[in-house]
């Protein structure tokens, strides 16, 4: 089955940066959308960053210039480097793979269970 395992998560101040990491197995990596997302408390989930099968990666506007997301197939690994940092920012981040639609959240299929990324001012 389908795994998806975050990692990277942390605290830092403000300014500060991080690389969250998502190892996936149970499917071919590579084949399937990928992305990530992030929820902070009393909020909706939302989008950040999104990884197509084809390469295309698109952002949400707030992070560009700032997050970068990348894979490694060889690793089977989905990145996310987070420069910059905010406190709003603060949220929990997950991983996510095969969406119906890339940006609309309750079309995709496997989540990970998620990674606390924590920044103060």
């Known amino acids: 089955q389908v795994q998806l395992v975050e990692s990277g998560g942390g605290s830092v101040q403000s300014g500060g940066s991080l690389k969250l990491s998502c190892v996936a197995s149970?499917?071919?990596?590579?084949?399937?959308?990928m992305g990530w997302f992030r929820q902070a408390p009393g909020k909706e989930r939302e989008g950040v960053a999104i990884?197509?099968?084809?390469?295309?990666?698109t952002y949400r506007d707030s992070v560009k210039g700032r997050f970068t997301i990348s894979q490694d197939n060889a690793k089977n690994t989905l990145y996310l480097q987070m420069n910059s940092l905010k406190p709003e920012n603060t949220a929990m981040y997950y991983c996510?793979?095969?969406?119906?639609?890339?940006?609309?959240?309750?079309?995709?299929?496997?989540w990970g269970q998620g990674t606390q990324v924590t920044v103060s001012s």
């Open positions: 990884f197509e099968s084809d390469g295309d990666i």
């Open positions: 996510a793979a095969d969406p119906l639609v890339r940006w609309i959240i309750p079309t995709y299929n496997y």
């Open positions: 149970g499917f071919t990596f590579g084949t399937y959308n």
